[in-house]
Each structure stands twice: as structure tokens, then as C-alpha cells.
């Protein structure tokens, strides 16, 4: 367990914090401390002798705010202070009293702050309980309005610390310096637009006080290479051969949806698995073989539509001799038959795209209880919504963990923090993506890929839900070096395939 995989909500870190005091570290000393590492951080960024306007709240967060105005003071920047609170907390107060005796120009009214290049957000932190009203909800939007880099402390100024929800207004900022441990919010889609880039600063918080708030092992996490190296199946054993690397089985593509056959084909390819085979429509597997020639392409009968009508395994096969099964890319809802086969089976299974449809259709969710091994959904928001119509969608992390309670599935819910949770609700977050995955077909690889990982390591001794979440981190940071080379406008599906390998590469 490393820091950077840990998440608390505000609760948490309140009583975290109140442990360190408790055991004898000074308040005032650890917002030394923290503000100290802040200060170095915007000294890299900064050039020396730029403008820098700093906005201070009541609370420890604005304290934090006043010992960087301090530092930066010091060391040669211009700053001023936007500070319109008439009550402040003790220690902030006292910082506040000694910025004015140094000559720190101090406001506290907007229409007379001098201009500046960059802000510095230490209005609110993990204290924020309630809407921000007017005045300080004006002068947050004005301060927006400036279109600065705004480097936020802790958090912008404005966000539920827990669901990241916006509290009247909130602070858009360039950068966010999360202090100590992530704060939940941050993960959660709806704050991505104010959050900027985001870095935590480390402030050796003991390991013992987190346990002893969040337990042995925490149950909400963000997914990190630490999780991926510990997950994908390397080093190979120097003797093994083609069946001991998995052997998975795709079902996908129809005549109508040829490509989302390839796709997930390719990204399957990427995983390393053993042997691939792929199930699709007889007459589309010409143009699998062109693509795919290392796998075995099984064409299967189809219906007048063009979409699998029966799986016809090779002889001496049947479902049972593959070690992973993924389904539904591409299928169309006419293969329903051959979902319910799969269903059927007792080989650990991925539900993708269609699959996911035709199992809202069938409305046989609650029988996937009864599978003898490993399911995983991975729906997007609709087929989520359309498989669980009743579960509230307001907090995407809560959601994944009733629908994985739910089906006893491991359910993967896609977005650009896509979120995972196991039916006993231990949850990964995937805490960076890029909006260039957006594109038909980016799901595709991500189910051929998870397919892979899943019949490589699925017989020994691994959590699915790390698995899966092996699959989302690998995926996204495909596409986030494919987006740095080529925009976000350059992401199509197949060139993301072609990154995948560069992401172990690099590791
Ligand atoms: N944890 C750690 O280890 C460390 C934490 N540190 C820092 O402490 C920060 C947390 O500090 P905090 O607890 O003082 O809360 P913070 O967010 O500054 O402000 C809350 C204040 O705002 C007020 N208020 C609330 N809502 C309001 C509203 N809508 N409109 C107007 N006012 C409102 C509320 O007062 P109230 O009005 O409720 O009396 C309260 O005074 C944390 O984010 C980090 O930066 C570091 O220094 C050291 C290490
Ligand atoms: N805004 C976004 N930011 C990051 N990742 C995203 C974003 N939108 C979509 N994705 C990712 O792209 C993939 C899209 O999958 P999906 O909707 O199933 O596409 P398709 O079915 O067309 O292949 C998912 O992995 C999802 O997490
Ligand atoms: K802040």
C-alpha cells in the first residue's frame, strides 16, 4: 500500500489529523511544514519576481495560504492578499497579523486588488461544509473570470471534499497541490473541470495513523503502476508454453460491426495471452484472419442479420477449454442465445457492450449470482443505466459498489474516472485518462485487453478487481501518451492499440 493509492474522505482525514496532534505534533508546526513544501513547489514554477495574489479563507486552509505569502515574500516575489473574512481561526489570524507587519499589501475588498500573473487558492480546504453565499461566491467567480493559473491548496476552493459536487461556486484551478492523501472529491467526475493538474504533496503522515482510521486495508482506492506491476504477469516463468500463458475466448463483431471484432482482438494481442481465439460470423472471418493472423478465428453460423447465431467450437472443444471468456463487442442484441450460453458456462467471463444489453433485456442481472466463477461487467454510463435502472447514479462510487453487491460481479463503470468495485464494495478508482479515449471503439480494447490479463492470471492467486483495474490504468495510459504525441483529437481506436506495448515498455 503506497500513499499515493490511498483515499479519504473529509471525516477521515479530520481524524487522521487528530491523531498526529494528539500524539504531540504542534499545529502550527505541521502547517509550517506543509506551506514549506507548497512554497518549494511554486518556486519551480513561478519565475522570481512575478506577481502573486493570494486568497485566504477563515480557516487552516487559509493559514496554510498565509505561510506561503510569507515565504514567497521572502524570496523575492511581489504578493498581496485578498482577505475578506472578519472572524479567522487563532493560528490563521496570527499568520495574518504577522504578513501585515511585514508590509504584505493586504484587501480585503476586490475592486481595489492590484492586478497579478498568478493566484493562489487558500480560501476553503476539507473544512468546506456549506454552499459559499455571497460576497466570497462573487468574488470566487471574479477571481475565474481573471483567467490566471490559479494553484489551489488542498483543493479548489468550492468542492465537496467528499463528492466533489460544487458548493454555490467554486475556484477553476490550473493547479491543484492535494495535501497528505487524496481526498475523494478529487476522484469524482464532476470536479475534474476545476481540479486542473493535480499533485499530492507528501507530509509523512505516519502509515500507523492511517490504518488505524482507514484499517489494514482500505477500501476505496486509487489504482497506481504499484498495483499493475504486482497485477500483470511478469516476469514469465522461463518454462511454460502456449496453453500455461491463458487461452482466451472472444465472442464478438457481426456483420454490421466487423470492426469492434478487430479491436478487441488487437487489444487482446497487446496482453501477452497465450493463445487467442476469436468467435465471430462466418462471413466476416476472412477479415479477422487478415488482421489477427497469429489467432485462431472460429466463424461461426449466423442469422439473416448477420450476427452470431451459434457458437460452432472447433472439435474436442467446448466453452470449458478456455481459461477466460470476453463477450459482446460488436455482437448486435440478435446474438442473445450465445450470452446466455456463456452465462451458462463456468468459465470467468467479461459482459461488454452488447452482451450487457441483452443481459438488461433477458433481466436475468440477479441470476448471475448463481455463476460458479469470476464475472465482470463493464458497462458504460447507458448500459449501466439500463442494467440497473433503480440504483442512484448521484455518486458514481456508491453506484459501482451496488451493482457489484448486486450480481456478485465485478463491475467496471467507464468514464474518465472509471470506477471498480467488487461484491464485497473494495474499490479501485482510476485516477488519470484523457477525453481523447472518448471515440467509438476505445471500449473494444479495453475488453480484449482485460481478456488477455484475466486468462493469464486468473488460476493463480490474484483479486479480480485488481485485474480489472490492471486493464483500466494500462488502457488509459495508452491513450494519455497517444493524446501527448498526437492531440486528443488523434486517439482513434486501433492507434491505441499500437501504444499499449510503448506503456510496458516505459515501465
Ligand atoms: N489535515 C491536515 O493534516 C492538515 C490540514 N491543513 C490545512 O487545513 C485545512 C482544513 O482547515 P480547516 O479545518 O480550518 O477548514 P478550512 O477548509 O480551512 O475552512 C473552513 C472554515 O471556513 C468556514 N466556512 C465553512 N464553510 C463556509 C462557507 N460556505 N462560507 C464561509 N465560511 C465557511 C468555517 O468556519 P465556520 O463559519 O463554519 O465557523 C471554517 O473556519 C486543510 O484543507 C489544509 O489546507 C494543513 O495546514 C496542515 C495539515
Ligand atoms: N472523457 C473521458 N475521459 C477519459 N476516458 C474516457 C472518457 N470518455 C470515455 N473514456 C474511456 O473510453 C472508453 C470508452 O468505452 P465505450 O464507451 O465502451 O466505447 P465503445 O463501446 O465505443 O468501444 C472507456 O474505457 C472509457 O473509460
Ligand atoms: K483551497
Not at 134 to 142: G, L, V
Request: proline share 5%.
Amino acid at each position: 500500500m503506497t500513499k499515493e493509492q490511498i483515499i479519504v474522505t473529509s471525516a477521515q482525514m479530520r481524524d487522521i489529523e487528530g491523531r498526529i496532534f494528539a500524539a504531540g505534533m504542534p499545529v502550527a508546526a505541521l502547517m509550517e511544514k506543509v506551506a514549506g513544501l507548497i512554497s518549494d513547489r511554486l518556486q519551480v514554477i513561478i519565475p522570481k519576481g512575478r506577481c502573486v495574489g493570494i486568497l485566504v479563507g477563515p480557516g487552516h486552509n487559509g493559514g496554510d495560504a498565509l505561510v506561503v505569502a510569507r515565504e514567497l515574500h521572502f524570496r523575492g516575489y511581489q504578493v498581496w492578499i485578498y482577505q475578506p473574512f472578519a472572524k479567522l481561526k487563532e493560528l490563521t489570524n496570527q499568520h495574518f497579523q504577522y504578513a501585515q507587519n511585514l508590509g504584505i499589501s493586504c484587501f480585503q475588498e476586490l475592486d481595489k486588488l492590484p492586478n497579478c500573473d498568478f493566484l493562489v487558492d487558500g480560501l476553503f480546504g476539507f473544512g468546506l461544509e456549506r454552499e459559499i453565499t455571497d460576497p466570497i461566491a462573487s468574488a470566487i467567480n471574479h477571481f475565474n473570470d481573471w483567467n490566471k493559473p490559479i494553484f489551489s491548496i488542498d483543493l479548489p476552493s468550492g468542492l465537496h471534499t467528499d463528492t466533489g459536487e460544487v458548493l454555490g461556486t467554486a475556484i477553476r484551478a490550473t493547479h491543484t497541490f492535494c495535501l497528505g492523501l487524496w481526498k475523494q472529491g478529487l476522484l469524482q467526475e464532476q470536479a475534474l473541470e476545476y481540479i486542473g493538474q493535480a499533485k499530492l504533496i507528501d507530509f509523512d503522515i505516519p502509515l500507523a495513523d492511517i490504518h488505524a482510521v482507514l484499517g489494514e486495508v482500505p477500501k476505496i482506492k486509487r489504482i497506481t503502476k504499484t498495483t499493475v506491476i504486482q497485477t500483470l504477469p511478469l516476469p514469465r516463468p522461463p518454462v511454460t508454453h502456449k496453453y500455461k500463458a491463458g487461452h482466451l475466448l472472444l465472442i464478438c463483431g457481426s456483420e454490421r460491426y466487423a470492426g469492434g471484432a478487430i479491436l478487441t482482438g488487437l487489444g487482446a494481442r497487446s496482453s501477452g495471452v497465450g493463445m487467442l481465439s476469436i468467435a465471430v460470423p462466418e462471413s466476416i472471418k476472412p477479415l479477422l484472419v487478415s488482421h489477427l493472423p497469429e489467432a485462431l478465428i472460429i466463424g461461426c453460423p449466423e442469422t439473416e442479420t448477420g450476427a452470431i447465431s451459434q457458437l460452432k467450437l472447433p472439435e474436442r472443444t467446448d466453452l470449458s477449454s478456455f481459461t477466460a471468456i470476453a463477450c459482446g463487442p460488436g455482437l448486435t442484441k440478435d446474438a442473445t442465445p450465445i450470452v446466455e450460453q456463456v452465462i451458462n458456462s463456468e468459465v470467468p467471463l467479461i459482459l461488454d457492450a452488447d452482451a450487457l444489453n441483452i443481459l438488461a433485456e433477458l433481466g436475468t442481472i440477479s441470476t448471475l449470482q448463481k455463476r460458479q466463477n469470476t464475472t465482470i461487467l463493464t458497462p458504460h454510463t447507458g448500459e449501466f443505466h439500463r442494467l440497473f435502472p433503480d440504483i442512484d447514479f448521484q455518486d458514481r462510487v456508491k453506484a459501482v459498489q451496488t451493482a457489484a453487491s448486486q450480481t456478485g460481479a465485478v463491475v467496471l463503470l467507464k468514464g474518465a474516472r472509471t470506477a471498480i468495485s467488487n461484491p464485497q464494495g473494495v474499490v479501485w478508482i482510476n485516477p488519470e485518462s484523457t477525453p481523447a479515449l472518448a471515440r467509438g471503439g476505445s471500449g473494444d480494447v479495453l475488453t480484449g485487453l482485460m481478456g488477455g490479463i484475466l486468462a493469464q492470471v486468473v488460476n493463480k492467486q490474484v483479486n479480480i478487481e485488481n485485474v480489472v483495474a490492471t486493464a483500466a490504468w494500462w488502457h488509459s495510459q495508452a491513450g494519455i501518451l497517444a493524446a501527448k504525441e498526437r492531440t486528443e483529437l488523434g486517439v482513434d481506436a486501433f492507434t491505441l492499440t499500437q501504444y499499449l506495448m510503448r506503456i510496458l515498455c516505459d515501465m
